[in-house]
Every structure is written in C-alpha cells, then in structure tokens.
C-alpha cells in the first residue's frame, strides 16, 4: 500500500497527472471491494427454522418491539394488517390498544375533508413516509426498503438480516475501501457498502420479559419477526405438510401393496 | 368407428349413451380394460400420466388464482400478496401452481429423455414425438409468460430480456415486440396480454395432449425392448394393472411434490421475485426459471442475437426432425451399445448446460496463464518510443521482466498486478458453454446420423412374452 501510495505521489508530482489518479491506487475498485471483503451470511438456528419449527411467541414479540421501536423510524411495513397480530400471541384486546396509538389518513367526510383517526385493528401498519420519494429525501437518495417480504426477498433472508443488522456494524471499514459521505461499511451487503446507518445498539430497547438486549439478540429478534410477516402463514404450511405427508406415505405403501397383488398372475 | 355402432355395455343406461355417444368406449379403448398394453413397461412409463396429472393439477389451481389475482401492474404483485396471505387457504394453491409448474417440466424432461432412451419417437410414432413437441413449446410459453404475472423483480426483467429477443428477427423485429409489449416497454398492457394468454394456453395445451393420447392410441405404446407387440400373449389390459401401478406413481410423486409445497416452497423460485417490479432498477443477475437454463445458455453461446434465438429455437426444432436423423432400425438403446453411452453423455451435457445457463460468462474455470503480448503492448504504450520498440520486438515471457518495463513505464505494483489480472487467459463459462452448444448439436445432427450405419446392435429378442427377461435384463442366478 505505502508503495503504491508513493508512486502515485511520484507520478503526481513529476507528470502532474490527476489527482483522480491517486484515488484509484488507494482505494479497491466497487468490485474488487466486493470481491475481499463480501461475507455470506452467518447461519443461525433459529426456533422456526426446519420442518416442525415453530415460532416462539415471546421472541416474535420482542422482534415487534425492535422493528416498532428503531425499524420503523425508516422502513414500512405495508403488508401487515394490525389484526394479525393476535397470530404473535397478542389478544384483541392489545392489539386493539396497539393499532390506537397510530394515526391513519381516512375519509373523505360528508364534507368532503380528509382526516385523521386512531387505527383500527383492520388497518395496515401505517409507512414512516408517504411515499418513496419522500423516503429517499430523507434518507440521503437512498430507499430502505418495505421489510413486510424482505426475509423472502433474499438469498438466505433470515441469515442475512440477522447478519446484516446484528454482525454486521462490528468492524471498521478497511483503509483500502472508500467510504463516502452517507454510506456505512457492512461486509453483508452486496455491494459492502449501503445507506443504512447502524440501527441498533447495545440496550437500545428495554424487553419487558428481561431478556438482555444485545445487539445480536435484538437482531435475531427482529428477524424473526420479519420471517413471520414475510409468511404470517409458515407454521400452519408446516403442519399441514406434515398431515399430507402422514396421508401420502400411507397411499405409498396401499397402492404398492395393490400393485403387487394385481400383478401377481403377470410375471411368475 | 361404424355408424352403426352397437354399444356392448350391460348396463342399460350407459349402453343406450353409449351407443349414441361412445364415449365409455372411448374412455375405455384410451386408458381402460379395452386397451391392450406392453406387459413389460417399466416406470419409466409412468411420467406419461404423471405430466396428464401435473396438467390437471396447473389448470385447477390456476383458475382459483384468477378468481383472486388483478392482472393490472398497479395491482399484480399485491394481488399475489393478497392471494397469500388473506385468502383461505390461498398460499396453498399458489405454492402448488408455482411449484407444479417446475415439477410439470421435471416430469415432462423425464418423460422426453424416456423416449430418446427407447427409440419412442421412431416410426410409426413419429406424429406422436411431434405432438409431444409441440407440448413442450406451448409449456415453454405458458411458463414464461405465467412468471410474469407476480410481476415482481424477475418477472419484469425476464419479460424484457426474452421479449426483446424478438427484435433480432429481420424486417419484422421491432413490430413483434411493440405488438408482444402493446406499447414501448414491458408494461400494464403487457401484463394483461400475458395473463389472457397464459388462461389460453393451457386449453390449448389440454387439446394437444388429447391428439398426442389419439396418436398414441393407433400404434399403441412402446415398450423397453423396443420391439414390437407380437399378439395377445404380449400384452396385458391397460385397465387394471397400469391404471394402479400409475396411482403407486403419482402417490410418489405426490409425496416428493408436497414436500416442496409444505417445506421448502421457495426453493426453486428466484428471491427477487418477491421484490415488486422496478422499471428503474435492474437485478444484478437476470436468471431465468431453471427450466429455461439449457435454452437460454444455448441463446447465450452465440455472439450474434440473431443468430442465439435461432440456435435456441433451433435446440427444440431438431427435436421435431429426429425421426429423420435416426437412421438406426433399433429403438431401444438397452440393444444400442454405442447409443447408450452417448446418450448418457448427452443427458450430462444437458445439465452442464443448464449450469452454464445460471452461471456468470465471463467466470474461469482453467486458467491458462496471462496473454503477455497483451500486457506488453499495455506497458508499451507509456514507454518513451525507444524502449517500446525495445519491448515489442521481443516480447518477453517472463512476468517479472514485463514488471521491470512497467517500473520503467512509471506503473505502480498494484496498476501491474491490476494488468496482469486483467489479461489472464482461463478457460471460462462461455467457452465451456460454446462447448457443449456445439455438442448438443453434434448429437443430434452428426452422432445420431451416424451410428445408425455404424453401430453394431446387440440381437433382438424373438418377441415380448418369450425373453422378456433379456440377457441383459436377467440376474444373474
Ligand atoms: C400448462 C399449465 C400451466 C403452467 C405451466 C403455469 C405456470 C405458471 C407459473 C410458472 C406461474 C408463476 C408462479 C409464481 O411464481 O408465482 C403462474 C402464475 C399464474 N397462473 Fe399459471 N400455469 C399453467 C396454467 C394456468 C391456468 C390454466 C390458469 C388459469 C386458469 C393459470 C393462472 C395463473 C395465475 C392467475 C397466475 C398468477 C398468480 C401467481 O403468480 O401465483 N395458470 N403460472
């Protein structure tokens, strides 16, 4: 590195080249920041991975508490209606409550007005922004995405979120990696450089069941909530699978039993 | 059939239907106690219905995902949403339909290999190999444009990638794809075109498959002998022995189909299409379905567009005249020595294609060292005059020598390494997919050709029923 710095300041001095010639010794090019630096996801166990896993009621709701608290500040999550939250083990009568301390837009009156109202457990959780532009002028031109699929929406998605938000912040950018204003290094993301400044910190919420929050935990919480709202219907894909198997192995063995028997005057 | 048809049914409701309108005469000549069978099929003949049922299967959950779905691109991908999450027991029938389209093409690829194994598509069932092609094309579209109507991320892509294709066509390129589009772009109009013919399709698919079962009716199926039925005593009644061994067959593939829908129902989908549609933003990898890889590597292979839509369709069109390329009498490969080794090569070619088709081009896979030549005229050309003639006229060999002139020529280490990077010589994916393009093609069209006038085949049995149990079939006692 002290070699190529010094003959780019060689070369900068003697043939007066640009001082965009210097940047480019220093610092990797996107793709070859891509290439040293890029990590695949970590992998977790989490309670809900594999075939019989099942969510763990108390984790969704701590990851709720996570996405409302630091989350929701940027990103929406327009595909989850508050009703279905009775599902992460809320009564209707929390999530009633929950839904009223949001304002959604509603109308229009008998006089024509817009206005707002407390939500209803029928409504969506309302977005941070009104709408994608707005998004991006506050967040530096960049879009933090709706989070309602994002555990679908990407290789690994689980791992990856939980590696991206709870892993990833740890570690200073590399000298050799440029980082410019309004981005921030994360050896997870594809590009290992994004727009999204570390959201969480040590005890950045208080869990009301004590549990310490880490930020690893608070990361694995998170996600797991997010794989739920990705797929509110996971565990009941689950356990009806199983049934079908239970049904389908038993149809196995009935009908290669009547295959048999049928054939039995066929071959001798 | 006799005009006057005179129904043999007991049963007098069904005889006096029947002799009106034989349809349990047709029923039963088709797939019933009427229909005499080879006794000696193995399971490979069971992915014949196994692709009748995976066709029920696409038509029953696709039409209760109309009654849900908005082909509008305002609307589409909520739409899906919607399906998945409030309507009852909506994620189910999605994850069959988009599962069951990928399982659809397992057994049909299976069901194809089957006849390029056996000598199916050879005379008299030439027209019934066609039709079967035929039924491939239409899948092939109905897929396609059934991917498109999540509209998410690859939806979107995969429909201008493919679509734009169409333009390569001389004269008329540019009209198909504003007519394929309605508009300049992939768009709502496109969306609802597609969805309109991803509804018709299937009926069509539906009526071809009824000719292909017809044409399969007239000379009867093949066997795994290849030979054909003698008489009586080489064939037993379709109805009941294959009509249970095929309910053992699809109670496997259910099993193996259901363990995708109920536990890993994303495994063959691309992440990205859970990303709604962004005219704006481009995926860094436009993959196709896997069912499209070999297809799209072959596309891929060739450097003129034209030219790789040609060679892709081409890849299906040979299909349509391997009765013709075949010049050997056998059809089954088990008597085929010669065959059966290259037919084995030509399946693994197949799926090295498919590899090469989600692969990134430009990876190495050997590498061969670096191109000096191209380093040293790199390095030449910041030289003084001099020491570049000095350079060129003799170019050395040696990497180290080439980093003294890149000293002399003020390059840094880091910009030489850069260099020397850049002008590595590896064998990569493109050329192994030229490869094997080249070979699927010489397969067909030189290896089959040949062997017919080459091979010396292994002697046939005497009919079906006598040595069923072949030399090579027989353990050994
Ligand atoms: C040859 C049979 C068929 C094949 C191979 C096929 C294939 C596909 C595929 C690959 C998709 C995308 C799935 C996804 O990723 O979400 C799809 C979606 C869809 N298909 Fe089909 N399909 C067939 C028949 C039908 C029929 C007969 C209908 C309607 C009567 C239908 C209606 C739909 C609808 C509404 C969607 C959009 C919903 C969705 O994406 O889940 N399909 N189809």
Request: proline residues 7%; glycine residues 6%.
């Amino acid at each position: 590195m002290k070699k190529a710095l010094l003959s780019g300041f060689a070369a900068l001095t003697l043939l007066g080249a640009a001082p965009a010639a210097m940047a480019e010794e220093e610092y990797l090019t996107s793709e070859e920041a891509t290439e040293k630096y890029h990590k695949y996801p970590e992998h977790f166990s989490f309670p809900q991975s594999g075939i019989m896993g099942t969510f763990d009621r108390a984790q969704l709701q701590r990851g709720f508490q996570v996405y409302r608290e630091v989350c929701s500040a940027c990103h929406s999550l327009e595909r989850v209606a508050f009703r279905t939250l009775t599902q992460i083990g809320y009564s209707e009568e929390e999530v009633k409550a929950l839904a009223a301390e949001y304002e959604v837009q509603d109308g229009p009156d008998d006089d024509g007005e817009m206005y707002y109202r407390p939500a209803k457990p029928s409504d969506y959780i309302p977005s941070p922004y009104e709408n994608e532009q707005q998004s991006r002028a506050s967040n530096g031109g960049a879009y933090p995405p709706d989070l309602s699929l994002i555990t679908k929406a990407r290789p690994h998605g689980p791992d990856y979120v939980a590696s991206l938000v709870g892993l990833g912040y740890t570690d200073e950018a590399p000298e050799d990696v440029q980082v410019s204003d309004g981005q921030y290094y994360n050896p997870y993301f594809h590009t290992v450089l994004l727009a999204m400044a570390q959201p969480l910190y040590e005890e950045q919420v208080e869990y009301a069941d004590g549990t310490p929050a880490t930020i690893e935990q608070m990361a694995q919480d998170v996600t797991t909530f997010l794989t739920w709202a990705a797929e509110p219907s996971m565990e009941a894909r689950k356990r009806t699978g199983i049934g079908v198997m239970i049904f389908l192995a038993i149809l196995i063995v009935v009908s290669y039993v009547s295959y048999k028997k049928v054939w039995e005057d066929v071959k001798k | 059939m006799a005009h006057n048809y005179q129904s043999k049914y007991q049963n007098p409701v069904i005889n006096w239907i029947d002799t009106r309108l034989p349809i349990f005469w047709l029923v039963d000549t088709a797939v019933g106690a009427g229909h005499p069978t080879p006794k000696n099929l193995n399971y490979w003949w069971n992915f014949g219905s196994l692709a009748g049922l995976c066709l029920v299967i696409q038509l029953i959950s696709g039409f209760v995902l109309a009654m849900h779905y908005t082909p509008h691109a305002d609307m589409a991908f909520a739409s899906v949403e919607h399906i998945m999450r409030d309507v009852n027991y909506g994620w189910r029938i999605r994850y069959i339909h988009a599962n069951g389209a990928s399982f659809f093409f397992v057994v049909v690829f299976i069901h194809i290999f089957r006849g390029l194994y056996y000598g199916s598509y050879k005379a008299p069932r030439e027209l019934l190999w066609m039709l079967g092609v035929t039924i491939l094309l239409l899948m092939m579209a109905t897929a396609f444009m059934g991917y498109v109507l999540p509209w998410g991320q690859m939806s979107f892509w995969g429909a201008t990638v493919i679509t734009n294709l169409f333009s390569a066509v001389p004269f008329v390129g540019d009209s198909i794809v504003t007519l394929l589009w309605g508009g300049f772009s992939v768009d709502n109009p496109t969306l609802a075109r597609f969805f309109s013919l991803h509804y018709l399709l299937p009926f069509v698919i539906t009526g071809t498959v009824i000719l292909h079962v017809w044409a399969l009716n007239m000379p009867g199926s093949n066997n795994p002998s290849g030979i054909d039925v003698k008489g009586p005593q080489d064939t037993i009644p379709f109805h009941p022995y294959y009509t249970i061994k095929d309910v053992f067959g699809i109670a496997v593939f259910l099993a193996v189909f259901c363990a995708f829908v109920f536990f890993m129902p994303n495994a063959l989908g691309h992440p990205d299409n859970y990303i709604p549609a962004d005219p704006l933003a481009t995926p860094s990898h436009i993959v196709p379905e896997w069912y499209f890889l070999p297809f799209y590597a072959i596309l891929r292979a060739v450097p003129d567009k034209l030219l790789g839509v040609v060679a892709m369709f081409a890849s299906i069109g040979v299909l349509f005249v391997l009765p013709w390329l075949d010049t050997s009498p056998v059809r089954s490969a088990t008597f085929r020595p010669l065959y059966k080794k290259f037919f084995w090569i030509f399946i693994v070619v197949c799926f090295g294609l498919g590899w090469c088709g989600q692969a990134d081009t430009d990876m190495p896979l050997i590498p061969f060292g670096e191109d000096e030549q191209a380093i040293a005229e790199n390095i030449a050309a910041r030289l003084p005059a001099d020491s570049r003639a000095e350079l060129l006229a003799n170019v050395p060999g040696d990497l180290k020598v080439l980093e003294t002139y890149a000293t002399r020529a003020g390059m840094s280490e880091a910009a030489f390494e850069r260099l020397v990077e850049k002008e590595k010589v590896t064998f990569d994916v493109l050329h192994l997919n030229r490869l094997l393009t080249a070979y699927y093609f010489f397969h067909f069209l030189v290896l089959i050709p040949l062997l017919g006038w080459f091979e010396k085949t292994r002697p046939l049995p005497e009919s079906l029923s006598s040595p069923v149990l072949s030399p090579s079939a027989m353990p050994a006692e």
